[in-house]
C-alpha cells in the first residue's frame, strides 16, 4: 500500500503540491482506458472514437509536454539541473 501512495504521489505531485497538469493528464489517460475497455468488453462500436482517443490520449501527452515547458520556465532557475529524484541540487 505504501509503494502505490508513492506512485501516485510521483505521478500527481510536484515539489510536495498537486500539480494541476498532471491531474489533467492522468485523469485524460485514464478516460481514455475506462472508455477504451467498456467499448471492447460491451463490443460496441463509437463513430467518434477516433477523435475521443486523440483528445484523451493524445490531450494528455500533450499536457505533460506543456507541464515540462512550465516548470523548464517557471519552477527552476536556468542551467540548473535535476538530480534523479527530481530535486534540485544544491551547490
Not at 471492447?40 to 475521443?52: A, D, K, L, P, S
Amino acid at each position: 500500500m505504501e509503494l502505490l501512495k508513492k506512485i501516485m504521489d510521483g505521478l500527481l505531485y510536484e515539489n510536495g503540491q498537486l500539480s494541476l497538469t498532471r491531474v489533467l493528464a492522468i485523469s485524460g489517460w485514464l478516460a481514455f482506458l475506462f472508455v477504451s475497455f467498456y467499448l471492447v468488453w460491451r463490443g460496441m462500436g463509437w463513430q467518434n472514437y477516433e477523435t475521443f482517443a486523440s483528445l484523451t490520449g493524445g490531450g494528455s501527452a500533450a499536457t505533460q509536454i506543456a507541464n515540462k515547458l512550465i516548470n523548464s520556465k517557471y519552477n527552476s532557475q536556468v542551467g540548473q539541473p535535476l538530480d534523479m529524484r527530481g530535486d534540485k541540487q544544491n551547490g
